[in-house]
């Protein structure tokens, strides 16, 4: 039964993200905010992007002291039905590349912000989400993924099996329902890092501007 439930909770999430997708492409492309400022790359879910501003957050992701374990509980509110996954932040900046290794679960966590510094994580699911959704838009600016699966940031809240979280696999297209999965914490995928950008940073001058069809 918990199998079950947790097959129909994947489900719900992947209906949400094929409606939020349909939703998205119906909206004019200059509501489509993925552009690129300066050096950065925007996925931009601010007010003037047309997003439901309900489904955003401008509180940090990021988890003080996080103790990711591949073996133990998960951390406090950050399943798929946490407080942490139950909206996007308004504002993240991509990185132009994946990290050069890839890792298990736990150390994945933790590795953007080694590599990359401070305020770098793994995307949640439902930013992910929306990141694989303006995958058309990121390859135009030649920093699309690879045909590979990447970890979120987002645990399983599944009780029998603790040891899983939730990836992404671009293998596949987003109208299938295998395109988010969960696999052992243990297993080694590729990482794309995200950043938290306050809307309230005064913004540099916009070098270019690609939104997806």
């Known amino acids: 039964m918990k199998k079950i439930k947790m097959?129909?909770?994947?489900?719900?999430?992947?209906?949400?993200?094929v409606y939020t997708l349909c939703c998205l492409s119906m909206q004019e492309a200059s509501a489509q905010k993925v552009y690129?400022?300066?050096?950065?790359?925007?996925?931009?879910?601010?007010?003037?992007?047309?997003?439901?501003?309900?489904?955003?957050?401008?509180?940090?992701?990021?988890?003080?002291?996080?103790?990711?374990?591949?073996t133990g509980e998960p951390m406090e509110q950050n399943t798929e039905n946490g407080t942490i996954n139950a909206t996007v932040y308004q504002k993240l900046e991509i990185a132009a590349?994946?990290?050069?290794?890839?890792?298990?679960?736990a150390t994945a966590y933790t590795q953007c912000a080694?590599?990359?510094?401070?305020?770098?994580?793994?995307?949640?699911?439902r930013?992910?989400?929306l990141i694989a959704i303006f995958g058309d838009a990121f390859t135009a600016f030649n920093i699309g993924f690879q045909k590979a699966q990447y970890w979120t940031g987002t645990e399983s809240a599944t009780?029998?099996?603790?040891?899983?979280a939730w990836m992404l696999d671009i293998n596949l297209t987003v109208y299938t329902h295998n395109y988010y999965q969960?696999?052992?914490?243990?297993?080694?995928?590729r990482v794309r890092c995200?950043?938290?950008?306050?809307?309230?940073?005064?913004?540099?001058?916009?070098?270019?501007?690609?939104?997806?069809?």
């Open 194 to 213: 995200v950043r938290e950008v306050s809307s309230e940073e005064p913004p540099t001058t916009r070098v270019s501007k690609k939104t997806n069809k």
């Open 36 to 70: 690129k400022e300066g050096e950065m790359y925007i996925l931009d879910c601010g007010p003037d992007s047309g997003f439901p501003q309900g489904a955003t957050s401008t509180t940090t992701k990021i988890i003080a002291n996080p103790t990711p374990s591949n």
């Open 114 to 125: 080694t590599d990359k510094g401070t305020g770098w994580r793994l995307p949640t699911q």
């Open 97 to 105: 590349s994946d990290l050069s290794n890839t890792y298990n679960w």
């Open 127 to 129: 930013e992910f989400t």
């Open 182 to 189: 969960v696999a052992d914490k243990t297993q080694l995928k």
């Open 7 to 17: 097959k129909k909770n994947k489900y719900i999430f992947i209906m949400v993200a």
């Open 159 to 164: 009780s029998y099996n603790t040891k899983i």
